[in-house]
């Protein structure tokens, strides 16, 4: 499987910008879909993703009531919605997924997941 992201670019803060991430192919009918970002002073977290066992979206709390997951499952693609972006914001954003059902206290776990994107470069400026 692999997987393509794009969308990241520079925008001032306050901006919003779109990520979207295409599957090469589906891993299996329940398999979540959900994007990481890293910074080179931290460790890759978790932003989002989606449960598709259960369609229930999950967020990190640093960016609920601004980002927004979402996915086209007939396109095999995930889409984040970032708004009212901060500078903290700035990282690399990676979309990941796997093959099977995830737990949903493991959605958040980068090593749960075994495909990942190349990354798409996300920079606010102040």
């Known amino acids: 499987v692999q997987l393509q992201a794009s969308g990241g670019g520079l925008v001032q803060a306050g901006g919003s910008l779109r990520l979207s991430c295409a599957a090469s192919?589906?891993?299996?009918?329940?398999?979540?879909m959900s994007w990481f970002r890293q910074t080179p002073e931290k460790e890759r977290e978790f932003v989002a993703g989606?449960?598709?066992?259960?369609?229930?979206?999950h967020y990190a709390d640093s960016v609920k009531g601004r980002f927004t997951v979402s996915r086209d499952k007939a396109k095999n693609t995930v889409f984040l919605q970032m708004n009212s972006l901060k500078p903290e914001d700035t990282a690399v954003y990676y979309c990941?997924?796997?093959?099977?059902?995830?737990?949903?206290?493991?959605?958040?776990?980068?090593?749960?997941?075994?495909?990942w994107g190349q990354g798409t470069l996300v920079t606010v400026s102040s």
């Open positions: 990941a997924t796997r093959n099977g059902r995830i737990i949903t206290s493991a959605i958040n776990r980068a090593g749960a997941y075994e495909y």
């Open positions: 989606i449960d598709t066992w259960s369609n229930t979206p």
């Open positions: 192919e589906r891993t299996s009918s329940y398999a979540p």
